[in-house]
């Protein structure tokens, strides 16, 4: 697990940017895993202007989300549907249906589960995953105590998920639902690099425990230690729990440039 310690979110979202373009130029028909939430802004943000600079086409790429609210309705603003549009999808050139997320209104709910790993197989698998982190260490939405081989499901999500996500829907918790489908955390590990982008002090214990603890379903982003091709690209706040930091800190500026990320 590679650990970057950058000045702040923007350095991060050039960095996670420039591991997407290079990925892009190399494989244009790359497959992409996509996050919602505030982490990724940065990337997409960079993206959208490398994009608009002529840099990088999306044209041949696919994508899939990570998960998804259960039981909104597909015109709510804040399905992860909407919100990926929004966000990165709709400001880009990826064709029409390129990108694909799980179906929160699903009348079977585990037959299109199955569905959803079946079409992320027979795209090849994800190449590059971007991930946020919860404050309780979630990765997508499995929670603590998720099976570590776990595989997209429908999950419960904790009253601190729904705390925390609360400020996108008018601050009321009751609003925010209850259900979701995620990937699992054995769909996650099968992506072949895993980049998770954490920024401010709320993310500093998760990621503590991400990089330095012992791996836990209590703290599900650990099994990212099992990884072999991992990128967490933190700003200062995040990064403020972190044991090794002047290791990690040595360790990167001293990196040859051939190696990226
Ligand atoms: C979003 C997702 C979640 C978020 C996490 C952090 O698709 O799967 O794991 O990445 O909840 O959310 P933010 O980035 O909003 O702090």
């Known amino acids: 697990m590679e650990i970057v310690i950058c000045r702040d979110a923007a350095e991060a979202g050039r960095l996670g940017a420039a591991a997407i373009v290079d990925l892009l130029q190399r494989k244009p028909d790359a497959v992409l895993g996509l996050a919602t939430g505030s ?86 698998g994800v190449d590059l995953q971007i991930l946020g982190i919860g404050t309780e260490g979630h990765i997508g939405f499995n929670e603590p105590g998720s099976s570590l081989a776990s595989r997209t499901r429908i999950k419960t999500l904790t009253k601190q998920t729904r705390l925390d996500n609360a400020r996108f829907f008018d601050g009321d918790i009751n609003q925010v639902p209850t259900h979701c489908i995620t990937q699992g955390l054995g769909t996650i590990m099968a992506a072949r690099h895993v980049v998770l982008v954490a920024s401010g002090a709320g993310k500093a214990e998760a990621v503590h425990h991400l990089a330095e603890g012992s791996v836990s379903a209590m703290w599900p982003g650990t099994i990212l230690q099992h990884h072999p091709h991992v990128t967490v690209l933190l700003d200062e706040g995040a990064a403020g729990r972190l044991q090794l930091s002047d290791y990690y800190r040595e360790t990167y500026a001293a990196k040859p440039a051939w190696q990226g990320l």
């Open 39 to 124: 982490s990724p802004l940065a990337i997409y943000d960079e993206l959208a202007r490398r994009h608009e600079a002529g840099e990088v086409s999306f044209a041949h790429a696919r994508g899939f989300t990570l998960d998804e609210y259960v039981g909104l309705p597909a015109d709510h603003p804040e399905t992860y549907h909407n919100v990926i549009r929004r966000d990165i999808v709709g400001r880009v050139d990826f064709a029409p249906d390129a990108v694909h997320g799980p179906d929160g209104l699903a009348a079977d709910i585990p037959a299109f589960c199955r569905s959803y790993e079946e079409a992320i197989a027979a795209a090849g």
